[in-house]
């Protein structure tokens, strides 16, 4: 039967993937449009990147590598949430500790950093903590997408921290007409189950709201890991405690020039890998719950000149327990952050050619506090706080319609620390119609997060805090080629290097045997890739990407959790009048885990099935990941025993969406 399955599934590939290659076929190229100027390419709205210069850019003229994801495409490949997205994504890989999912990004994931060298941002909004700079991007809710922005490289000079590798942007569905809700329900395997509600309205021509809540739980799978197989820990196996629950509410109110953006996120997460050394198969929960306020006014000073202001709150409230080997009473810990801020953005056409875009941002950490205690011992009860300044300058300068240049700089100065500068420029030149070269050099920091700066407790944590610690930053240089072959395939290439110096390591003090953070890492990285990307409409589209990347570190040495080939390949295509069907495909090669061994290569396989809309009001989809069931493995980080992590076998996720 399994067999079956798997040969009817070639067959059902082969259909997509065929029928995608005749249309092409048989298609002319009609692209005869020449480009007048590099701000005169026709798009659609979707495809503009504001992310890259922070205002609305085409892709060609972007200077950054760049990818945008559409919610077409998300509803296409049945993606689930941000890890699904970016693990199909040229340069980026995945890995998942069965608590949180982990980014890679051309070659560089240290173990167990959170994502703390990714800035995510929502339309706009820092979604990074401002104590640990973590994202989780396993638990992001991506049905109210309008689209995702990937800005490749450093972003630090428009963003300031935390923009190393890459810049992501997730961009809300905009407010429509439409006010009868849109219901999602969805079921899966370890009873995954979820509901989403969509409502958005515009009243009239100057007042529009939108609202989207989501609600998830998963009772999660039973483990096994054999480092924990002897009697007093039942044999190596997790029993219920793999759970995850999660709820968020987005809203947004806008009116004339002004709007008001809110979103509210709670999770809950079980803990099955006994990390730090703490009890296996004994309950261990880590909570989240945070919130932000943001209001932004953007008027239109005059026909070349324009203003955005914001004003911002941000709260988190997170958490855990930890039920050591060694003491009586669980270790709790818990971090509270309030966090407010503005930015003011001026955008100046100063000639028809010219474009020079200014700005400060202000963020005062006002209540950071920190907490170990067991019972009624207090091990830390902190207070941290900090207060940012930024300035930042770009100039955008066209010589003519071929040729644009583009210079930028800021400065981050966290008071009684450190100022940080980082500058970027490019040049961005189509010497003929579907060409477009880009020659890229930028530099990025990241400072210490105030776990790392501040951090100290010599009983149970054994760690002290490191005054000397500075910011880590990374120095890159990229060439790309965009080149659109016809009016349906493009394509990208390009190379890069990559240089990171003070990277932020936690080392034992052979002295006092106490951990700490010290400025340690250097790492070496040389990388090329290439993407094709097929789109026909409604007909069917497709990708091809690949990835070569070579990071070593200060000795030569291949870095840890770094796959030095990446292949990805995708293609969606119509089966019958109603139905659609989506298949990709990851490859990567094996992985050097922090042990020195190597993980297994990957293959990673999900097929979509969905449905055009059902009397205007339906739509079913049925996705099912690991399509041939292969075991995944990926590293794991410092605070696990376990050298690898096994990934889910084969599962599924049953989708219908009903418009009242």
Excluded: C
Excluded at 21 to 33: F, K, M, P, R, Y
Excluded at 170 to 191: A, H, R, V
């Amino acid at each position: 039967m399994k067999r079956r399955i798997i040969n009817l599934t070639y067959i059902l590939i082969l259909l997509l993937g065929s029928s995608s290659i005749l249309n092409a076929q048989v298609e002319e190229d009609s692209l005869v449009t020449e480009i007048d100027s590099l701000l005169s390419l026709e798009v659609m709205p979707e495809e503009f990147i504001n992310s890259a210069s922070k205002y609305d850019q085409t892709p060609e003229e972007a200077p950054s590598a760049i990818s945008i994801i559409t919610a077409k495409e998300i509803e296409a490949y049945g993606y689930q949430n941000l890890s699904d997205i970016l693990n199909n994504q040229r340069g980026f890989y995945i890995s998942n500790d069965r608590v949180f999912d982990y980014v890679g990004v051309r070659g560089f994931r240290r173990g167990s950093d959170h994502n703390n060298r990714i800035l995510l941002l929502f339309n706009g909004h820092r979604l990074n903590t401002y104590q640990t700079d973590y994202i989780g991007i396993n638990k992001i809710d991506i049905s109210n997408l309008e689209r995702v922005e990937i800005v490749r490289g450093p972003g630090s000079t428009l963003y300031g921290n935390n923009a190393v590798h890459a810049v992501i942007n997730l961009i809300p569905k905009k407010n429509t007409d439409s006010y009868l809700p849109s219901l999602t329900l969805k079921y899966g395997s370890y009873n995954n189950r979820s509901l989403g509600l969509i409502t958005t309205k515009k009243l009239n021509k100057n007042l529009s709201f939108s609202i989207y809540g989501n609600y998830k739980e998963i009772d999660g799978e039973d483990l096994y890991f054999k480092e924990f197989d002897t009697p007093e820990n039942n044999n190596g196996m997790a029993i219920n405690q793999n759970a995850l629950l999660y709820k968020s509410l987005i809203g947004n109110i806008k009116y004339k020039q002004f709007s008001l953006s809110g979103m509210l996120n709670q999770s809950k997460r079980h803990v099955p890998t006994a990390p730090y050394n703490t009890k296996f198969n004994a309950t261990q929960i880590n909570y989240s719950n945070s919130s932000f306020l943001d209001f932004v006014w953007s008027p239109s000073l005059t026909y070349n000149k324009f203003l955005i202001l914001k004003l911002s709150y941000d709260y988190e409230n997170y958490g855990g327990n930890l039920p050591f080997k060694f003491i009586p009473d669980d270790v709790l810990f818990n971090g509270e952050v309030s966090t407010i801020g503005t930015e003011v953005q001026f955008v100046w056409d100063i000639f028809q050619n010219n474009r020079i875009i200014t700005g400060m941002e202000y963020k005062n950490n006002f209540n950071s506090k920190y907490k170990y205690s067991s019972g009624d011992i207090k091990f830390v009860d902190d207070i941290w706080s900090y207060k940012l300044f930024s300035l930042f300058f770009q100039n955008e300068y066209q010589f003519n319609s071929n040729l644009s240049i583009y210079f930028g700089l800021r400065s981050d100065s966290f008071f009684g620390q450190e100022t940080a500068f980082n500058p970027r420029a490019g040049i961005v030149y189509s010497p003929f119609t579907k060409h477009t070269f880009k020659l890229l050099y930028g530099k990025s920091f990241r400072a210490p997060n105030m776990i790392e700066r501040n951090l100290e407790e010599k009983n149970i944590v054994r760690i002290k805090r490191n005054e000397n610690l500075t910011s880590e930053y990374i120095t890159t240089a990229e060439l790309i080629w965009d080149y659109k072959i016809t009016n349906k395939i493009s394509s990208t290439f390009s190379v890069y290097n990559y240089n990171m110096e003070g990277l932020i390591d936690q080392v034992l003090d052979p002295v006092d045997d106490l951990l700490q953070y010290v400025n340690l890492g250097v790492v070496r990285a040389n990388g090329a890739e290439i993407e094709l990307n097929y789109k026909n409409g409604n007909n069917g589209s497709g990708y091809f990407r690949y990835s070569y990347q070579l990071a070593n570190n200060k000795a030569g040495a291949h870095l840890t959790n770094s796959p030095e080939h990446l292949l990805k390949l995708g293609v969606t295509n119509k089966i019958f009048s109603l139905l659609n069907g989506a298949f990709d495909l990851v490859y990567e090669t094996k992985r050097k885990t922090i042990y020195n061994i190597y993980t297994r290569p990957i293959l990673l396989a999900d097929l979509n099935l969905y449905t055009e809309p059902i009397f205007n009001h339906f739509k079913i989809s049925l996705k099912i990941k690991n399509l041939f069931n292969k075991t995944i493995k990926y590293p794991g980080g410092y605070e696990l025993i376990q050298k690898s992590i096994v990934q889910p076998y084969r599962n599924y996720i049953f989708t219908i969406s009903f418009e009242l």
